[in-house]
């Protein structure tokens, strides 16, 4: 079965401070995408970083990184230097070639970012 | 740069009604989704299509009905509203199964109350 866990509701932290949000995956197939997603209060899917199954090193973007480790099926996200701005929730996803390549997305973590 | 527009943003429904959700995009995309986002459950995959003319099932089908008629347009219709369907209603769109790296590109929602 295609699964994506996300183990942390809730994480706190401060400016400044680099915060790891933990994602696992399941899946059969050899070839798929892991993507996080940010979604603030007001609602919208804002896409973050993108990892490929055949990507050899960690995705980089900005403050963002992605921490993959695929013998584990973890494809966790870093955000160094937190901004208040960063406080959201935050969605980690899977695509493979199945249901038209739709996502399947963990249940969130809402990082709360405080001064 | 409107991307993917949902209407409409907000609705109230009574039990039994029904009514259409309306997504375009103006990307060319040949992939289009429709997610529900309930508390604690991530997003969830109702229905999709792969290319114009074409609809398929989701993981949580039941109750809706899609149509696909124009390759911008994606509808999601609601002919028996029932509470449980009181949700934020996605739609995203992406290009086919050979950029699996582009993410999926989502409009800003629709929050639909079912009374």
């Known amino acids: 079965a295609q699964k994506i866990t996300q183990t942390q509701p809730g994480m706190f932290v401060q400016e400044k401070e680099a915060v790891t949000l933990d994602c696992t995956y399941d899946?059969?197939?050899?070839?798929?995408?892991l993507f996080w997603y940010k979604q603030p209060s007001s609602g919208e899917m804002i896409f973050l970083i993108y990892?490929?199954?055949?990507?050899?090193q960690n995705a980089t973007e900005g403050r963002y990184s992605l921490n993959f480790q695929k013998a584990r099926k973890s494809a966790n996200l870093v955000i160094s230097a937190s901004q208040l701005g960063d406080s959201a929730m935050y969605f980690c996803?899977?695509?493979?070639?199945?249901?038209?390549?739709?996502?399947?997305f963990g249940k969130g973590t809402t990082l709360s970012v405080s001064s | 740069n409107a991307g993917v527009t949902q209407t409409p943003k907000f609705r109230v429904l009574k039990t039994g009604q029904s009514m259409t959700l309306l997504c375009a995009q103006d990307?060319?995309?040949?992939?289009m989704y429709w997610y529900r986002q309930d508390p604690g459950m991530g997003l969830r995959l109702i229905h999709y299509?792969?290319?114009?003319?074409?609809?398929a099932k989701g993981e949580v089908p039941d109750g809706y009905n899609v149509s696909r008629l124009k390759k911008q347009n994606f509808l999601l219709g609601l002919e028996s509203a029932a509470p449980s369907q009181t949700s934020v209603y996605f739609c995203?769109?992406?290009?086919?199964?050979?950029?699996?790296?582009?993410?999926?590109?989502f409009g800003d929602g629709t929050r639909l109350s079912i009374l």
């Open positions: 990307m060319n995309h040949e992939y």
């Open positions: 299509s792969v290319g114009e003319g074409t609809t």
């Open positions: 996803a899977m695509r493979t070639n199945q249901a038209g390549t739709a996502l399947i």
């Open positions: 990892q490929g199954s055949y990507d050899e």
């Open positions: 899946t059969s197939d050899q070839s798929y995408g």
């Open positions: 995203a769109s992406s290009y086919s199964s050979g950029y699996s790296n582009q993410p999926q590109h």
